[in-house]
C-alpha cells in the first residue's frame, strides 16, 4: 500500500453499552497483563516484543479510505519499545488512577512520540479482535446468506494468560476476496482524532495546570512551563516545552483526562456527528451522485482521451466539494483541515467505471505526481493536487507544462483554498506565472461560508 489514511479510531471513552462496556474490560485485563510484565522486567526482550507488542494491522476491518488497498504497516518495534517503557515507567500507575474516575486506554499514547493515534488504534484493534471476531459472526449467521460466507481459523483471535501466548480460533464469517471481513460497532468509532489525544494535551498545557488542586505543584508546573520559553515563544517551542512538562510532571496526564471525563458528553456528540459525516460524504453523497451520473447522463461514456476523461473526474470532485457540502469533510468544526490526502482519496473515488487507467503516486521523470490517467502509451495526463499555500514554489518548476494544453505530457493541477487570503494568493501566483484560464489549471473553494464567499469573488 502506497498511503493510508485512517478516517476511524475506536472510541471507548463514554460509551453506554453493556456489551462495548464488557469489551472495554477484556482491553484493559490485557493492558494491565502488559504493565505487571513491564514492571517485572524493565529489559525488552526479543520474545516478549514478538508475542505481546508487535502486530499486523488489521486490514479486515476496513476502517479507513486508501489510494491503493487495505493493508498497513502494522505495529513494529519502536512502537513495542515506546510503549514497554511508558509502562514501567511513566504509566506505572496504569489502572491504579487515583485523579481520574477510570481507566483509559488513550492515555498509553499521551507521552511517547512513537506512540500515536494510528498505532494505538492498530493496537487496540488487535487486542479486542476477539469481540470483533465475536460481534460479526453474530451477525453473519442471522443476516448474510451461506454462499458469501465460510469458516476462518484466525491467527491471534484470544489472549491465553496460562501460555502467555496469543492463540487462533475458527469463525464464520462474512467473505471478500477469500478473506475474512469484520464488523465493528458505530458506537466505537471517530474520525481524525482520538477525544483524550496528545497534541490537544500538549496544547491545553496551561489550562490543565489551573485544575490542579495542590497549589504547590500547580505553582511548580506553571514556573517550570514558563522558564522553558523565551520572551516570545512560537509554536514549536510552547510544544517543546509541553512535552518536557508532562515529561517532569505526569500527573497532568491525569488531570487531563479527568478534564475529558467531565465533558463526556461532548464526546459522544462529537463522535456521532464526525462518523455521520463520514458515511455521508464519502459512502452516500459520492455514490449517490456517481449513480445518477452514470444513469441519467453520458459522464461515463466513452472521452477522446485522457486529458478529458481525468478533467471530467475533476470537475465532478469540485462539484461534490462545492455545490454538495463536501467541503465539510477538510473541516474539524470551524478550523480547516489542509491535507492534500484527503482531495486524493475523494479523487480516487470518483475515478470509476472509466477506460482510462488511473494510477497514484506515479514518477513520469520530473518527479513523483498524484495520479497518472493513460488510455495508451501515448495518451497520458498527470494529475496534481496542492493546498494554495504551497502552490507557487510547485508551479515555478513546470509552469510550462500548464501553459501549454497540446504537450504531449499532459497535466491537470487542482488547488484548493480555504480563506479569501488563500483565494486572493493564489489567484496571485497564477496571474504572476502566466496561468490563469489555462485549460489545465482548476480551483476548488473549500471556503466554508459560502454565500460570504461568492461576493468576495
Request: hydrophobic share 35%.
Amino acid at each position: 500500500m502506497i498511503y493510508h489514511y485512517s478516517l476511524t479510531h475506536f472510541l471507548f471513552f463514554a460509551v453506554k453499552n453493556l456489551s462495548i462496556n464488557n469489551c472495554i474490560i477484556q482491553l484493559l485485563i490485557i493492558c494491565f497483563f502488559l504493565r505487571d510484565e513491564a514492571l517485572k522486567s524493565q529489559e525488552l526482550t526479543q520474545g516478549m516484543m514478538d508475542l505481546w507488542y508487535k502486530f499486523p494491522e488489521v486490514k479486515q476491518t476496513y476502517l479507513g479510505f486508501c489510494k491503493n488497498g487495505n493493508s498497513g504497516r502494522g505495529l513494529g518495534e519502536d512502537f513495542a519499545i515506546a510503549l514497554h517503557s511508558g509502562l514501567n515507567n511513566i504509566f506505572k500507575n496504569f489502572g491504579h488512577e487515583d485523579i481520574t474516575k477510570s481507566t483509559h486506554v488513550e492515555k498509553l499514547c499521551l507521552i511517547k512520540p512513537k506512540v500515536g493515534r494510528d498505532s494505538i488504534s492498530d493496537f487496540v484493534t488487535n487486542l479486542i479482535k476477539g469481540y470483533l471476531l465475536t460481534y460479526t459472526e453474530e451477525f453473519t449467521k442471522k443476516n448474510i446468506q451461506d454462499k458469501y460466507c465460510m469458516e476462518f481459523n484466525v491467527a491471534k483471535a484470544y489472549f491465553n494468560y496460562e501460555k502467555k501466548v496469543w492463540q487462533p480460533k475458527k469463525y464464520y464469517l462474512p467473505m471478500h476476496n477469500n478473506h475474512f471481513v469484520l464488523l465493528t460497532p458505530c458506537d466505537l468509532l471517530v474520525r481524525v482524532d482520538t477525544w483524550i489525544n496528545k497534541n490537544d494535551m500538549y496544547k491545553n498545557i496551561q489550562n490543565i495546570a489551573v485544575s490542579i488542586e495542590d497549589e504547590a505543584l500547580r505553582f511548580a508546573v506553571n514556573d517550570y512551563f514558563i522558564k522553558l520559553l523565551s520572551e516570545k515563544p512560537n509554536k514549536q517551542e510552547k510544544l517543546i516545552a509541553a512535552q518536557k512538562t508532562v515529561e517532569k510532571y505526569p500527573s497532568l496526564i491525569d488531570y487531563y483526562i479527568r478534564d475529558k471525563e467531565d465533558r463526556e458528553a461532548l464526546a459522544l456528540e462529537n463522535s456521532l456527528e464526525e462518523v455521520s459525516e463520514v458515511n455521508k460524504v464519502f459512502i452516500e453523497q459520492v455514490v449517490e451522485l456517481a449513480n445518477f451520473l452514470k444513469d441519467k447522463t453520458g459522464f461515463y461514456d466513452v472521452k477522446p482521451n485522457s486529458f478529458d476523461e481525468a478533467m471530467e473526474r475533476v470537475n465532478f470532485l469540485k462539484h461534490v466539494i462545492e455545490d454538495c457540502d463536501g467541503y465539510r469533510w477538510f473541516y474539524d468544526g470551524d478550523k480547516p483541515i489542509r491535507r492534500e490526502a484527503d482531495l486524493h482519496i475523494m479523487y480516487k473515488l470518483v475515478c470509476y467505471d472509466t477506460i482510462a487507467d488511473f494510477n497514484s503516486e506515479v514518477n513520469n521523470g520530473r518527479g513523483p505526481v498524484d495520479f497518472k490517467a493513460s488510455i495508451n502509451r501515448k495518451d497520458t495526463t498527470l494529475i496534481e493536487f496542492k493546498l494554495s499555500r504551497t502552490l507557487k514554489k510547485n508551479l515555478e518548476k513546470q509552469v510550462n507544462v500548464y501553459k501549454d494544453a497540446n504537450n504531449t505530457d499532459k497535466a491537470i493541477k487542482v488547488i484548493l483554498y480555504f480563506t479569501d487570503e488563500e483565494y486572493k494568493k493564489t489567484i496571485n501566483i497564477l496571474n504572476d506565472l502566466e496561468l490563469s484560464g489555462k485549460p489545465g489549471i482548476v480551483l476548488i473553494d473549500a471556503r466554508a461560508d459560502k454565500i460570504q464567499a461568492s461576493k468576495a469573488k
